[in-house]
């Protein structure tokens, strides 16, 4: 069989049972002669196993190689080297040189715009719709020669981009942890030929060549202890090749045996690829998912569902990545002054973010579970679910918020320490710890979502607080009545009614604010024109300033604006501490430095840096080290502020007794609280302490309830179900606040709460019942037969 028809014929198949039968009938499949180690690694399997655990992560290596393909080959088709010195020094200045993309971003070119160019890369799925789903991926970037195809497509962590500056790739495995998730015999074809327009300047004599190859992975066998990849090639090692000015093998949605030619490039099919939870047409749940990964996506990418199951729908569209998604879909979907953006700074890493805050049930097409996203050239390294937002008191916007952080400017050390080269796990470290501690402040102090957290608590209790009065009072009679239960759950604690003093969660809804600033002021009372400051030692100072610029200022795609900070004369960013920006205040924590002393005074000057605007805003603040003070950091809402002779916080705003808001939840309203016919109580932490959403449809006890003929036993029944549910919740999460094990410091309280609630559900009324008819003389009868 010709090399060219078995390249065509490889294309055709949409099994791993078919290819298998393909090379079987050319003589490959059995024979070993034709398989070479990937890599030229016998020992590969291990390496190419400990990369991505999920197979979407995986599939984002493949489709960066191909963005990076593209961008190489328009670097060399102008005539330049892509490791030399005239060419483009970043991806956002190749974006903007070989593209014309202002400032280098994709959200600049239009709809239309986008669509043209992702052409150049198409991701297309074929195959079953339920079953064996394969991806194709097919790109116009450089394309290789077939002499090169081993030490570049076919090579195992060679450094064949660490030296380009330009492309969003930098850790080089070839893509090869997608292999992992194709089928049974991990199979993937490739076909790849060298795009005519680079010159030849290595005077290769398979220049105007194709070359096909399949991987596979080999079991184990004798004379060998571990499974391996290997690729096709010929008895010589060198790689299967044939000429052709095009090759029909580009899948397209007009049917399964329509192709578009193919000139150059790389074509890559991946067999029965392992997407579980994105199975159907891949526009939607993949498309949704590979934006999130690739949020700040360099070339936008065309998506084809080419499987007959889905003939007669949607079956093209273009993924542009999450922050351009945003972008367009801002009026829509984002709450008014969103997104709010800053920027933190750890170990001198500064790291700007943005902070989204999606509209009610409109999060579902961007995010499930991602809360915080930490990005690195367009390319995200790393996810923090929604459950973090639980620590800052944020749990009734969770699903709606989204944060961006762009670690974009670690040295190599610091992304090292934060992130793995799988690009899906972040390292524990002193570092993450640290950026997590940062983030956590600018979320809890950032107004606008205080304001939200509010205004979606007081929608969720209307007209259900007045429900748990019952509850509520049945509860604080029987904590009053017993001194043990009022020790563990009352002492010291306050909270609020949720619609008590709204006045503390307003803020203004009116803001407009303009593209640049217009005025960057201290605000407070200055002294010839200086903002005098006094801070312990052992503390941070914190300085607010008033401005009309938009909330997004900071960290925006186009022409956004730094904050520089000085001290004593001398730039001091990594004094710099979280800068947050909501609604006309930004609000700057400035690192107390090391080495001063109590008595000091130092001189710190910020200025604005925005290539659009002349004025550079400089404001001074002069800062006195005093003693040490402490404080304590635990529980309640309101204004923080340092006793030098109790140590101890004063609050505002405190009132009421210490109990929950218990809000009765029925049957139509699972989805909406995450619940099912087994949970029983689900815990909302709020910043007054917390309300607990109570299922009075779960299944045990209806059947209890069910069984109760009399009207007033019915009703002891209800409440037993309620306060002792209550009170269950109470004591875990007073235990996990109290807990001094380190193991319990991560524990997700929320979760925990409705694990044992829901656990203890089946045996909680049979129990109470039982105990309540408990007699000493049956105690004793019992202890009796032991």
């Given amino acids: 069989m010709k090399n060219i028809d078995l390249a065509k014929k490889l294309v055709c198949t949409e099994t791993e049972k078919d290819l298998i039968s393909v090379l ?62 005239d060419a483009p020094q970043s991806m956002q200045a190749a974006l903007s040189e070989f593209f014309h993309m202002r400032n280098g971003q994709l959200m600049n070119l239009d709809t239309k715009s986008r669509n043209e160019l992702s052409k150049n890369i198409i991701l297309a799925a074929t195959g079953k719709a339920h079953g064996e789903e394969n991806l194709t991926i097919v790109d116009r970037g450089e394309g290789q020669t077939p002499k090169k195809m081993p030490q570049t497509i076919l090579s195992l962590s060679k450094s064949n981009k660490l030296k380009v500056p330009f492309v969003q790739g930098k850790f080089n495995m070839g893509g090869t942890g997608a292999f992992p998730f194709c089928g049974k015999h991990h199979l993937q074809l490739v076909i790849s030929r060298r795009c005519p327009d680079i010159p030849n300047t290595d005077n290769d004599p398979t220049f105007d060549e194709w070359s096909v190859t399949v991987v596979r992975k080999e079991e184990a066998r004798e004379g060998r202890k571990s499974s391996m990849y290997t690729y096709l090639a010929c008895s010589d090692g060198s790689l299967l090749t044939f000429k052709a000015e095009t090759m029909p093998i580009i899948p397209t949605v007009a049917g399964v045996d329509k192709y578009e030619e193919m000139v150059y490039g790389t074509f890559i099919k991946l067999y029965n690829y392992e997407l579980s939870g994105y199975k159907t047409n891949i526009l939607f749940g993949l498309n949704y998912r590979l934006s999130l990964l690739i949020p700040d996506l360099a070339h936008p990418i065309r998506l084809r569902e080419c499987r007959p199951t889905y003939s007669g729908h949607t079956l093209e569209a273009t993924l542009n990545g999450m922050v351009t998604r945003l972008y367009d879909d801002r009026e829509d979907n984002i709450e008014d002054n969103f997104p709010s953006s800053g920027s933190i700074n750890v170990d001198g890493q500064e790291m700007p973010f943005s902070i989204y805050l999606f509209k009610k049930n409109k999060q579902s097409n961007y995010r499930k579970k991602d809360g915080i996203v930490y990005i690195m050239n367009g390319q995200t390294q790393g996810i923090e679910n929604d459950n973090f937002f639980n620590r800052v008191n944020l749990s009734y916007i969770k699903s709606s918020l989204l944060v961006l952080v762009d670690c974009s400017k670690f040295d190599i050390n610091h992304q090292e320490a934060m992130f793995m080269t799988s690009r899906d796990r972040i390292r524990t470290s002193d570092f993450s710890k640290k950026i997590e501690t940062q983030l956590e402040k600018v979320l809890r102090d950032n107004q606008g979502l205080k304001k939200a957290e509010h205004d979606r608590r007081t929608a969720a209790l209307k007209d259900k607080v007045a429900d748990n009065k019952p509850l509520k009072n049945v509860l604080e009679n029987i904590l009053h009545k017993s001194p043990v239960l009022s020790k563990l759950f009352i002492a010291g604690t306050t909270i609020r009614s949720p619609f008590a003093n709204e006045q503390a969660a307003t803020v203004a809804d009116t803001f407009k604010g303009k593209n640049h600033p217009t005025f960057f002021r201290l605000k407070g009372k200055l002294k010839d024109g200086k903002l005098n400051k006094h ?102 809402q309101g204004a923080r502020t340092f006793s030098k002779n109790t140590g101890k916080k004063d609050t505002q705003n405190n009132g009421g007794i210490a109990l929950p808001e218990i809000i009765p939840i029925r049957k139509d309203e699972w989805d909406e609280y995450d619940m099912n016919q087994y949970s029983a109580l689900k815990y909302v932490p709020t910043d007054e302490g917390g309300d607990y959403y109570l299922n009075m449809d779960n299944t045990y006890f209806l059947t209890e309830l069910n069984s109760v003929r009399d009207s007033a036993k019915s009703e002891l029944t209800k409440a037993r179900y309620s306060t002792s549910m209550a009170l269950i919740g109470m004591s875990v999460i007073g235990y996990y606040k109290g807990s001094k094990k380190p193991e319990d410091k991560d524990v997700d309280v929320q979760n925990a709460v409705s694990t044992v609630s829901t656990m203890l559900s089946p045996v909680l009324i049979p129990m109470l019942e039982t105990m309540a008819d408990l007699t000493l003389n049956d105690t004793t009868q019992a202890l009796a037969a032991v």
């Fill in 24 to 85: 079987k009938e050319a003589g490959y499949w059995d024979n070993y002669a034709y398989w070479q180690p990937y890599g030229n690694n016998e020992n590969n399997y291990s390496i190419i196993g400990n990369q991505q655990s999920n197979a979407d992560a995986a599939l984002v290596e493949k489709l960066i190689n191909s963005v990076d393909a593209v961008l190489m080959k328009e670097c060399m088709i102008h005539g330049k080297s892509v490791s030399g010195p």
């Fill in 535 to 636: 801070a312990p030692i052992n503390h941070d100072c914190r300085v607010q300033f008033e401005t009309d610029v938009q909330n997004d200022y900071f960290n925006r795609p186009i022409d956004s604006g730094g904050l520089i900070l000085c001290m004593d004369g001398v730039e001091r960013q990594d004094l710099k501490g979280p800068l947050n920006l909501y609604n006309g205040i930004a609000t700057l924590t400035i690192r107390m430095p090391v080495g001063v002393s109590v008595g000091d005074t130092h001189t710190f000057m910020t200025k604005i840096k925005d290539d659009c605007v002349v004025n550079d805003f400089e404001n001074t603040i002069i800062l006195a080290v005093e003693e040490a003070q402490e404080y304590d950091s635990s529980g309640g």
